[in-house]
């Protein structure tokens, strides 16, 4: 489908950055005196073993994928209570219901976002703003070229795995679905009342084991991801 897609002020924001996201906010309120619907889109993928990823590249990823958006909701709120009305719609993870080796500090980060999303949702019910998750499984972005590499060294024991690991990942985002998929859902949920607090997006297998992990025992769960990751099969 084709929209009309009206002329609009696109504004550098820095997620990370507190000072920019009040300054951004406080523009757009100047101009537009409310803030209708929020969407919670920027974020940074991050790989290695956990031995090896560095506590600097961890604090960055939550920084993009955590702590920045939980400052921008809150900067949001107080329009959007004012009116008695507002949308929050946060872009998580089917990683954020479940660990995914050599990528454990994004799955939690998005598994964190879960949450917090899950939380405001309750806190902020009563001033009719609303809150969705909506996590995408693999999608053809540009996540690949902006993803931080943790790796310590050439040398690590990690080594084969990792990269074999990385290139079965890097093969399912080449080969996804477009992006367009998700901004649907988005105008959707937008137009209708009656929306759901999650939404699971994605390939089949990807969906199904976050059914596989609320069904299967700890250790039958692990054995049979430890057989579809490393053959490209999540």
Not at 10 to 24: A, G, R, V
Not at 73 to 87: A, Q, T, V, Y
Not at 198 to 212: D, E, V
Request: charge should be positive.
């Amino acid at each position: 489908d084709k929209y009309d897609i009206p002329e609009y002020e696109l504004l550098k924001c820095d997620i990370t950055s507190s000072l920019d996201i009040k300054k951004t906010i406080k523009h757009i309120l100047s101009i537009e005196n409310h803030i209708d619907v929020l969407i919670n889109n920027a974020g940074i993928g991050i790989t290695g073993p956990l031995e090896e990823t560095s506590e600097s590249d961890i604090k960055s990823a939550y920084q993009t994928n955590l702590f920045g958006p939980i400052a921008i909701i809150k900067e949001c709120i107080p329009s959007m209570r004012d009116r008695n009305n507002g949308l929050i719609i946060n872009i998580t993870s089917i990683l954020g219901y479940f660990g995914i080796p050599f990528r454990g500090v994004y799955c939690a980060t998005k598994s964190s976002l879960e949450i917090i999303g899950e939380v405001f949702s309750m806190e902020l019910k009563k001033f009719n703003i609303r809150v969705v998750n909506i996590a995408p499984g693999d999608f053809k972005t540009d996540i690949i070229s902006r993803r931080i590499d943790s790796r310590e060294n050439n040398f690590s024991v990690y080594k084969k795995d990792y990269l074999k690991s990385i290139k079965s990942a890097n093969k399912h985002v080449e080969n996804a679905q477009s992006p367009e998929i998700i901004s649907k859902l988005i105008l959707k949920i937008i137009n209708t009342n009656n929306i759901k607090i999650h939404y699971k997006i994605g390939p089949f297998i990807q969906k199904f084991s976050i059914i596989l992990k609320r069904i299967l025992p700890d250790k039958l769960f692990e054995k049979i991801h430890n057989v579809l990751v490393p053959n490209g099969k999540l």
